[in-house]
């Protein structure tokens, strides 16, 4: 089916046969009409706590020599850094479930390396199976074709395409034996080489010949009556053959499921695998895919206009139930400048899933690679980031438990009113945080919409990026550090905005962060914040230990009207500061009871 938005408004469906279902979801507001959508495909799939954090990739990290020398740079410039990925070059021949034996060698030894620092490694699992190395020497292969798992052409003989290894088979994921042998696949590899997450790239599935080595038959599936716009002008350009067979049908009707299947087969074998929550990346996507898999928006370039066009495309997937998204950080394709890459990683530290990522070719764009001055703009957006991540963990929980977004459009917080249908460059994360990014060259100042209906100009020089939280809220905070292994450990503050009428309420989850169905189970806590009347208590409605020996080290409280004479916490005095905002810090009240600290105006 072809789907044209038509500016009348109108919809123009074009089909060439089968049955169409169609769900019309009848709101009435924005959240519910995304709530009544995920009932339908599903609610999105909680992450490990430490895939929040900052995730530093390219390809041309050549060797683990390389890839070491970029940890080691990041961590003496004191830049957060929880995951470090490699591109394909880890791989021996390009082909997947290997490693190369001169250059990653000693891959399993540095992936060990990561983990004694407290952080996590990723490396990218393409499913095209090269399929001429000699026998017996690549068993992905030589057991896929006993096992059967390989799309077949239209006359039953394995379908040849090709990747990046060359000629390749492409597994058949909608075939439960195929499932199995992937999880074998990635038994046998993690036992090796212990990744923590899977990138799961060229899986629309991307070919670099059309259809197969053979071409394609010349039938209805391949050329059908009418073809839709697509790359390349025929449905097979880029792809495999439409006639060619999978289990559950013929790939013309499975092929935009061909990411869904191979995230879905992949989140099951690497939760068996690990026996924890997993971490799927995919480039391919299709409605469910948020309860399997995070993804990111593709190859973007490195200029603004894709640095303003990943705003919306990441509001997108948040209304498709795929609230971990984020685009290429400082771009893909093409050479970055140090401007553009500063307000990339700013904007960025507000992408639910952070991630920066270059191409090959191109100059460096690690965040040490650049200035002094901007490398200071970036270490504070990154440490604005760690510090927010227990809200933004607490968001994603609402998104998995009620289908609640994590970054929000404005027109779903505020559906009454008309300014904000068209707003793609802020946005929220939940309700209270708003985000407003610079997204031109050489702008030091930003329009700024407020939900009084005010347009203000707010000062943004290059260190700068203006985040506010509205009235009546509470963000539970944490101190950053180089990694999420650390910062969890760190003492909780508040930020508290009180409203007009002087209360504010926020909420926090946590877990261990990283066990499957804590929240199913039961093994989380869960405590709300309340402000009013000059206090603020601490409700903790679940315990189950996750909090034990974390303390809340101080507050922040914005509309205060006066300095109060003193400050208790726990009925003790306490420091406090107050320059329009009363500051109380040296606090150590334990998270796991519950807390009040008063204010006497
Ligand atoms: C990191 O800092 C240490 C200590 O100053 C130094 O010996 C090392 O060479 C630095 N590493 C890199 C890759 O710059
Ligand atoms: C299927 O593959 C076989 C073996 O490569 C080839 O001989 C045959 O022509 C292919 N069939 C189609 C329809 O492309
Ligand atoms: C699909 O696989 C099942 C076994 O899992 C088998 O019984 C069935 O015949 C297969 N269907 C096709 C069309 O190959
Ligand atoms: C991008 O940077 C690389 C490495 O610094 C350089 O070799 C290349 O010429 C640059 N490309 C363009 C288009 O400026």
């Keep these: 089916v072809e789907v044209m938005l038509q500016p009348t408004p109108a919809l123009t469906w074009v089909s060439t046969g089968g049955i169409l279902d169609l769900y019309i979801f009848l709101g009435p507001n924005p959240q519910s009409v995304i709530r009544q959508y995920l009932q339908v495909i599903g609610y999105p799939t909680m992450p490990p706590y430490w895939s929040l954090g900052f995730h530093l990739c390219r390809w041309g990290y050549t060797t683990t020599t390389t890839t070491r020398k970029v940890v080691e740079r990041m961590h ?25 034996p001169w250059r990653f060698g000693d891959l399993p030894q540095m992936v060990k390396e990561f983990h004694e620092r407290g952080m ?22 030589d057991h896929g074709l006993k096992r059967d798992v390989f799309i077949k052409n239209a006359t039953g003989n394995i379908l040849i395409g090709k990747v990046w290894p060359g000629p390749t088979a492409f597994p058949d994921f909608t075939y439960p034996e195929t499932r199995k042998w992937w999880e074998d696949c990635i038994r046998d590899f993690h ?34 009556p009418y073809t839709p716009r697509v790359v390349g002008g025929q449905l097979n350009s880029g792809t495999i053959c439409m006639s060619a067979q999978q289990n559950l049908s013929t790939h013309y009707n499975l092929h935009n499921m061909y990411g869904l299947a191979e995230a879905y087969a992949t989140n099951r074998a690497f939760t068996n695998v690990l026996g924890k929550r997993p971490f799927v990346l995919s480039r391919s996507s299709y409605p469910s895919i948020g309860r399997y898999s995070a993804v990111w928006t593709g190859d973007v370039r490195s200029d603004w206009e894709q640095l303003r066009f990943s705003i919306p495309a990441v509001l997108q997937f948040s209304l498709f139930g795929v609230p971990l998204v984020g685009a290429d950080i400082c771009g893909f394709g093409g050479n970055t400048t140090e401007e553009l890459c500063v307000r990339w990683m700013q904007l960025g530290a507000f992408y639910p899933f952070m991630r920066n990522h270059n191409d090959k070719p191109n100059a460096p764009q690690e965040p040490y690679v650049f200035g002094q001055k901007a490398q200071a703009a970036m270490r504070s957006a990154l440490n604005l980031r760690y510090s927010l991540l227990p809200f933004l963990y607490t968001l994603f929980h609402h998104a998995h438990t009620s289908a609640d977004t994590v970054a929000r459009p404005l027109f779903m917080e505020f559906p009454t009113d008309p300014n904000c249908q068209t707003i793609d460059r802020q946005f929220l994360w939940g309700s209270s945080l708003l985000i407003s990014p610079v997204l031109e060259e050489g702008a030091v100042d ?27 809220h509470i963000i539970p905070q944490q101190e950053p550090a180089l990694t999420t292994t650390a910062s969890r450990r760190n003492p909780f503050f508040l930020t508290v905005a009180l409203s007009a009428g002087g209360w504010a309420w926020g909420d926090l989850f946590w877990d261990d962060g990283e066990s499957l169905d804590t929240y199913e189970m039961g093994n989380y806590c869960y405590v709300t914040f309340i402000a009013g009347e000059s206090q603020i208590v601490s409700d903790p409605l679940r315990l189950n230990g996750a909090l034990d020996g974390l303390i809340l080290g101080g507050l922040q409280v914005f509309g205060v009207p006066s300095s109060p004479h003193y400050v208790l916490a726990n009925g003790d005095f306490s420091v406090c500061f107050f320059t329009q905002v009363l500051t109380v810090t040296s606090l150590a009240l334990p998270m796991s009871e519950v807390f009040t600290v008063q204010w006497a105006l």
């Design 76 to 100: 003496n410039a004191s830049f957060p850094l929880d995951v470090q990925w490699n591109d394909l070059d880890y791989a021996d021949k390009r082909r997947i479930f290997t490693y190369d």
């Design 120 to 141: 996590k490694y990723i490396l990218i699992l393409d499913p095209g199976i090269s399929s001429t190395s000699p026998s017996g020497t690549y068993p992905p292969f």
């Design 191 to 224: 036992s090796k080489v212990p990744v923590d997450g899977l990138w799961i790239d060229m899986n629309e599935p991307a070919s670099f010949v059309q259809g197969s080595v053979e071409g394609c038959p010349d039938n209805d599936l391949e050329n059908p």
């Design 446 to 472: 930003h329009l700024f919409f407020f939900s009084l209906g005010q347009y203000l100009l707010l000062p943004a020089p290059l260190d700068t990026i203006n985040v506010h939280v509205k009235e009546g």
